[in-house]
C-alpha cells in the first residue's frame, strides 16, 4: 500500500545528552610487549574456551553510524552527538590482521566528526601508513594515545609516535611495570608556542591473579614530571598491587580504580582521561 503522505514528520530536535561509550569494532589481539603479558581480553577470552589471538570484526562495528528506527529521534544516529566514544579495548586498531577492515572505520569515524573518538595502540610504526588518505595533520576530533608500559617501551614508541601527524598526542602508563622518564619526550617534542605536543598523561597498575606491582613513586614521580610540563595527568587505578612507603598493598579489584581517585592526584585536563570505562 502506497505510504500517506498528509502531514509531513515534524522534526524533533535533539535533545538527548552526549554519552560516554566504548566502540570494540574488532576483537582479539597478539602480544607485543611485556605490558601484554597478562592482557585482560586473554585472560577473559581463554576462560570461556576462545582463542584471543584471533582478530574479527564483531557485530558493533557499524555503530556509529548506526540510526535509530523508532521513537521520536527516529532517522537521528543511535550515539548522540558530541558523545565520547572509545575505541578498539579488546584489541589495537592498528593491528594488521584488521587491515582489510579499517577504511570502513574511518570512513565512520570522518562521518561522526561531531563525536571523539580516542584510541590507544601499541603499534606505533604501523599508524602512518593506515591513516586515512584526508587525513593531513589529523583530525580534530580524534586522539590516538600509545602505551607506554616501562621505559623500553616509551624510548622504542614515542620518538615516532611523537613524529606523527596527530592533532591529539596521549600516553597511557599502564600498566605502569616501572620508573618512566617522560622529561626528554616533553622538552623535544613542543608546538611553535612551547606547549608539549603530548597533552595527557594516565597512569595505572596491573589487575589480574598475576598483576606485577606498581611503585607508588614512579606515580608520583611521572606526575611531577607532567606538573613541571603543564601536561594533563590522571591516576587511573591502582592495580592489584601497590607498593607505598616500602609496604606492598593488596587492592580488591572493585577498590582499584576509587582507592586511586581517592589520591586525588589527577591535574588539570584530565578530565577526557577520567572517563575511561573501567576494564
Ligand atoms: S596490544 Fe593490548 S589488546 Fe593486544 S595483546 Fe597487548 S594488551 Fe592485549
Known amino acids: 500500500m502506497e505510504q500517506l503522505m498528509l502531514f509531513p514528520d515534524m522534526a524533533v530536535p535533539d535533545a538527548r545528552a552526549p554519552e560516554t561509550i566504548t566502540w570494540n569494532l574488532w576483537?582479539?589481539?597478539?602480544?607485543?610487549?611485556?605490558?601484554?603479558?597478562?592482557?585482560?581480553?586473554?585472560?577473559?577470552?581463554e576462560s570461556i574456551g576462545k582463542n584471543p589471538a584471533v582478530v574479527q570484526?564483531?557485530?558493533?562495528?557499524?555503530?556509529?553510524?548506526m540510526k535509530l528506527r523508532s521513537g521520536p529521534f527516529k532517522g537521528k544516529y543511535k550515539v548522540p552527538s558530541g558523545s565520547l566514544i572509545y575505541t578498539c579495548f579488546s584489541s589495537d586498531f592498528f593491528h594488521p590482521d584488521a587491515d582489510e577492515w579499517r577504511p570502513d572505520a574511518w570512513r565512520m569515524i570522518r562521518e561522526r566528526s561531531d563525536c571523539s573518538f580516542f584510541m590507544i595502540t601499541k603499534r606505533p610504526e604501523r599508524i602512518m601508513q593506515h591513516l586515512p588518505p584526508d587525513w593531513n595533520d589529523g583530525w580534530d576530533h580524534v586522539t590516538i594515545a600509545v602505551t607506554c608500559e616501562n621505559q623500553w617501551a616509551a624510548d622504542r614508541r614515542l620518538p615516532l609516535y611523537l613524529s606523527l601527524p596527530i592533532r591529539h598526542h596521549s600516553i597511557m602508563i599502564e600498566p605502569m611495570l616501572s620508573q618512566v622518564n617522560l622529561r626528554p619526550y616533553f622538552s623535544a617534542h613542543r608546538s611553535g608556542s612551547g606547549r608539549c605536543l603530548i597533552e595527557s598523561v594516565s597512569v595505572g597498575g596491573e589487575s589480574g591473579p598475576d598483576a606485577r606491582p606498581c611503585d607508588y613513586a614512579w606515580v608520583m614521580d611521572v606526575r611531577s614530571q607532567c606538573i613541571q610540563n603543564?601536561?594533563?595527568?590522571?591516576?587511573?587505578?591502582t592495580g592489584a598491587r601497590l607498593i607505598k612507603d616500602g609496604r606492598e598493598y593488596h587492592i580488591p579489584r572493585e577498590q582499584q580504580h576509587s582507592?586511586?581517585?581517592?589520591?586525588?592526584?589527577?591535574?588539570?585536563?584530565?578530565?577526557l582521561l577520567d572517563t575511561i570505562p573501567a576494564e
Open 57 to 65: 570484526k564483531t557485530q558493533a562495528f557499524p555503530l556509529p553510524t
Open 259 to 271: 582507592q586511586a581517585h581517592k589520591a586525588h592526584l589527577d591535574i588539570q585536563g584530565t578530565s
Open 27 to 45: 576483537h582479539g589481539c597478539t602480544k607485543v610487549s611485556p605490558g601484554c603479558q597478562h592482557c585482560y581480553m586473554y585472560r577473559r577470552d
Open 230 to 237: 603543564a601536561v594533563a595527568f590522571s591516576y587511573h587505578q
